[in-house]
Each structure stands twice: as C-alpha cells, then as structure tokens.
C-alpha cells in the first residue's frame, strides 16, 4: 500500500510565477490536509478537503492559494504569483474519514520543497 | 488558540545516553499527542500516539507521557544510538487539525 506522494519534490519559481504541488492521499483516504513549514517554523496547517470540498480553510492566506482535491485525480494546491516569503516545504496528508475520535491520525507525506527565486 | 512549545530546541548527547524532550500546550482540549520524527528533507514519521485518556504510551526504546491537567507531554528515549538522529515535532490534535510545536533537534554523537 503506497503510502502519501506528493510531487514534485522540489520546485523552483521566479517571483510572480505560479506554483501547483500535487498530493495523492494513501489507497482508501479520502480526506487531505495541507501544511506549511517555514524555515525554522513548526508545521502550521492551511487547509482541510474532501473529495469536490472544501472543509476547513481557516489556515490558508486570503489571497494567491487556493486548494482543490477533484472527484478524479490528485489534491492540488496552487500559489499564484509567488513571492519569495513563500518559499518552504509544503507537507499533505491524508486520513480515512476523521471525526473527534481520540484515535485519529494523519499519513504525511514527503512534502515538496517550493524555493522562490 | 493553541501554542505548542518544545523545548529544548536543540539537543545533542553521546550514544547510550538516556534522554528527555518536552512538549506543552496550552489548550488541554484536545483529542490525543502525537509524537513524530522528521529526517532532513524527508516526511513525517508517527512514533507514538496517546489518546486523551491515556497517561502514556511505549514502543521499544521511546516511552512518552500525557499530563493533560497541566498541558504537558514528554517523550523518552532510552539507550540512546546515532540513528535516532533527527527532529521531534510533538502534534496535538483539536477540531480538524494537528497544531505542531517547533520540534527538538537531537544529535547522537557515536
């Protein structure tokens, strides 16, 4: 069972280029996450989805993200016009569907290093 | 809004040593703490998970504890070996997410 992929794993932008990172959750998750790790920062989350919604997006900037995870196909985050705070690893993971149980957990995955030049 | 703290940030011990890493929060609201190792460019590996009503959990060599009264968790790791070489994130998790601490950089010098 292949775990969470995430590609590329490493991705270089001029500013005000866009960035697209995709994420495919393990076999059998249908629920993804995504985080953002700044250097010398902790993981912080940015966004919760679905298949074809969106659940929680309270950690997302308001401008130039956006996230989609389609019926068919990865999860995709999308950063337009980079800027150079934007560079950092950006982690996904993924979950059967997860409720307030004591006993959930997320499937990270290996993360894509977006550098902005 | 929680805060996870870790301290120290960074640690390095020689091998065989017995060591401790600290993790605090301070909503204690939350559903479980996870404890995770990251190797340098890589994921996220899950080390151990103690569920809210749990007072600690063990695999192996690592052993960690939850004090949920007063928002603290430490993670053990005895006999220490250079493999254990990496960064420790302490994750609780409340609502939909997982807020992470900074994590401990532990160095094991052969």
């Known amino acids: 069972n292949a775990g969470v992929m995430q590609n590329p794993r490493h991705l270089v932008r001029r500013r005000g280029q866009e960035a697209r990172l995709r994420c495919s959750p393990m076999k059998g998750h249908s629920h993804v996450y995504w985080y953002r790790q700044l250097p010398e920062e902790g993981l912080k989350f940015m966004v919760y989805l679905q298949k074809e919604n969106i659940i929680d997006e309270s950690g997302m900037p308001k401008e130039r993200f956006s996230a989609e995870f389609p019926k068919e196909g990865p999860s995709i985050l999308r950063i337009q016009q980079v800027v150079r705070g934007d560079s950092a690893a950006y982690f996904c993971?993924?979950?059967?569907?997860?409720?307030?149980?004591?006993?959930?957990?997320?499937?990270f995955g290996p993360g894509t290093r977006l550098t902005v030049l | 809004k929680q805060e996870v703290t870790q301290i120290p940030a960074a640690l390095s011990v020689p091998e065989g040593e017995n060591l401790v890493l600290n993790c605090s929060f301070t909503d204690s609201a939350i559903y479980n703490l996870q404890w995770f190792r990251q190797d340098p460019g890589k994921g996220l590996t899950s080390l151990l998970l103690i569920q809210s009503s749990q007072r600690e959990q063990t695999s192996g060599r690592l052993n960690a504890s939850l004090d949920k009264s007063s928002g603290r968790s430490t993670l053990y790791i005895a006999a220490s070996q250079p493999g254990d070489s990496a960064t420790y994130l302490c994750?609780?998790?409340?609502?939909?997410?997982?807020?992470f601490g900074t994590g401990t950089s532990l160095t094991v010098i052969p």
């Open positions: 994750a609780v998790k409340g609502g939909n997410q997982f807020y």
């Open positions: 993971a993924s979950s059967p569907p997860m409720g307030r149980q004591s006993t959930d957990t997320q499937y």
